[in-house]
């Protein structure tokens, strides 16, 4: 299920403005997530799904995660019906198997049971709850802990969570403050405790990209999206001094005027290049960006919406 991972830590990352009310992410997901999470992103999908963007975010996510059609193949659970919140907890380690999918909503365990053992999913019982494991490598599993919530991921994460359930393990309290302040505010938010560029393996030599030295300095990230009429995009980025920090807006805003250049006649992704804002302000650098949703939707699914970013992001 690591590909569900990327595909969900992506579509957090995307944008939207809703008018409903908001809530923090749920506390009952957050006592189930792994002590030690790095990188966590969440999704209001019930308010995702009243939306145009929304619900064209949630069926991308079924559309081109095949982890995610397996999952709807072998036990009839389909999250873009039966879920009303997302979050998605990782350890930050790269190429590393350690992630949990969580999620609230109404699940029909017994059906869903059923229907996997159909397709000859694998079960282990563990403390008392079923775990429905991948019939092929049994490393990754899906367990209900009762009709209201269910965890996903590798089967060490999935059997943490179902501990978490009578031993709870919270996370830091400056990490739950950061997840509130982003969760409460957004539709879809991700939020990354430890430089970003850990996350992913280095470069290989003679490949770097000077421009990405900037993004070096980075030492946390967040970002959070409104779902809505206008589709909004918030970021933050906390570098470790002020004088990074102004580094690190200067590049982004070359980049912004690369991109400028490369959009040529196109009407649409040149309203989303100009619609973004940077500011910095002390060591943190702010970024925001907005479109109209079925502009948005547009842009993202073009086939060339890939060859008019900048080649320099590219490299990167």
């Given at each position: ?190 939020v990354a405790t430890v430089p970003p560029a850990s996350l992913v393996p280095p470069a290989k030599a003679g490949n770097a990209n000077p421009m990405a030295g900037a993004f070096q300095n980075v030492q946390q990230a967040a970002g959070g999206v409104k779902f809505g009429a206008q589709v909004v995009f918030t970021g933050e980025a906390t570098c470790d ?76």
């Open positions: 299920m690591n590909s569900m991972k990327a595909q969900l830590l992506t579509a957090t990352l995307l944008t939207a403005s809703f008018s409903g009310a908001m809530s923090a992410a749920d506390p009952q997901l957050l006592n189930l997530v792994m002590p030690d999470a790095k990188v966590l992103a969440g999704v209001n999908v019930e308010q995702a799904k009243g939306t145009q963007f929304g619900q064209f975010i949630l069926n991308q996510l079924q559309t081109h995660d095949s982890d995610m059609q397996k999952l709807v193949t072998l036990t009839g659970f389909d999250p873009r019906r039966d879920v009303r919140e997302l979050l998605v907890a990782s350890d930050g380690t790269p190429q590393t198997k350690v992630g949990l999918a969580l999620a609230t909503g109404n699940f029909d365990v017994a059906k869903i049971s059923a229907l996997g053992a159909l397709h000859g999913v694998v079960t282990e019982q563990y403390n008392g709850v079923t775990i429905l494991e991948d019939p092929k490598s049994q490393e990754h599993g899906i367990a209900f802990l009762n009709s209201t919530i269910v965890v996903a991921g590798d089967i060490a994460s999935v059997k943490g969570a179902i501990d978490r359930q009578k031993t709870p393990q919270p996370l830091p309290a400056s990490v739950i403050v950061k997840v509130n302040q982003w969760s409460n505010s957004q539709d879809a938010w991700g001094t002020a004088q990074n920090a102004s580094t690190l807006g200067d590049v982004i805003k070359l980049l912004i005027n690369i991109a400028q250049m490369q959009t040529g006649a196109d009407p649409t992704a040149a309203a989303l290049v100009k619609s973004v804002t940077v500011t910095a302000s002390g060591n943190v650098v702010k970024i925001s960006a907005n479109l109209p949703e079925d502009v948005f939707q547009t842009l993202l699914t073009s086939p060339k919406a890939a060859q008019r970013a900048p080649r320099s992001l590219h490299k990167q």
